[in-house]
């Protein structure tokens, strides 16, 4: 079984790399910073404001928010870049082959829309709460093109392992940058 999600996770990360004219508005959006927030009891949290800076007025009220595919965490996505990731998905796949049917239905299954309130909020479901352990305190992370929704404590643990990330991105990077 889980020699399956791992090779569905893969296929998930090969589909996304969409550089077509079509969704170069949604993938233009970018989000930076890291913010804390508080759930409340039933479940809304207020999207910071950076973030809701940065979008358009018509865009800027509806996301969708997933299960992220590697992370206990959620993942945000404006809704442009959503549609053009499924756009890309539904391209890639054929609709008559069992396997990318089961791929398209577990990719959009775990999929919410969740539209801010006035005053910026929106509603995480329970169960999507479940998932992500997340009680009350709720960090964002925002990472480029869309946003993370952490538990607080698991977020911070997760980024205060050593990772070696600066020998990572030495090894990911090190061919652009020193071409002789």
């Given at each position: 079984m889980w020699r399956n999600v791992g090779k569905f996770a893969y296929i998930?990360?090969?589909?996304?790399?969409?550089?077509?004219?079509?969704?170069?508005?949604?993938?233009?959006?970018?989000?930076?910073?890291?913010?804390?927030?508080?759930?409340?009891?039933?479940?809304?949290?207020?999207?910071?404001?950076?973030?809701?800076?940065g979008m358009d007025a018509e865009d800027g009220q509806r996301f969708i928010l997933r299960t992220d595919l590697f992370q206990k965490c959620l993942v945000l996505y404006p809704e442009p870049l959503w549609n053009s990731m499924l756009d890309t998905l539904r391209e890639r796949l054929n609709r008559w082959n069992g396997e990318h049917q089961?791929?398209?239905?577990?990719?959009?299954?775990?999929?919410?829309?969740?539209?801010?309130?006035?005053?910026?909020?929106?509603?995480?479901?329970?169960?999507?709460?479940?998932?992500?352990?997340?009680?009350?305190?709720?960090?964002?992370?925002?990472?480029?093109?869309?946003?993370?929704?952490?538990?607080?404590e698991t977020c911070e643990a997760l980024l205060a392992s050593d990772s070696g990330l600066s020998e990572k991105l030495q090894n990911v990077m090190a061919d652009v940058f020193c071409q002789n």
């Open positions: 998930c990360m090969i589909i996304f790399a969409c550089t077509c004219a079509k969704c170069l508005r949604a993938i233009c959006m970018r989000f930076i910073g890291d913010y804390s927030a508080k759930a409340d009891a039933k479940g809304r949290v207020f999207l910071p404001v950076a973030f809701r800076k089961n791929i398209m239905r577990r990719f959009v299954a775990e999929a919410e829309v969740v539209e801010l309130d006035n005053n910026g909020r929106f509603l995480i479901s329970k169960r999507k709460l479940a998932y992500a352990g997340i009680k009350q305190n709720v960090r964002f992370l925002a990472v480029d093109d869309h946003i993370e929704v952490w538990d607080t």
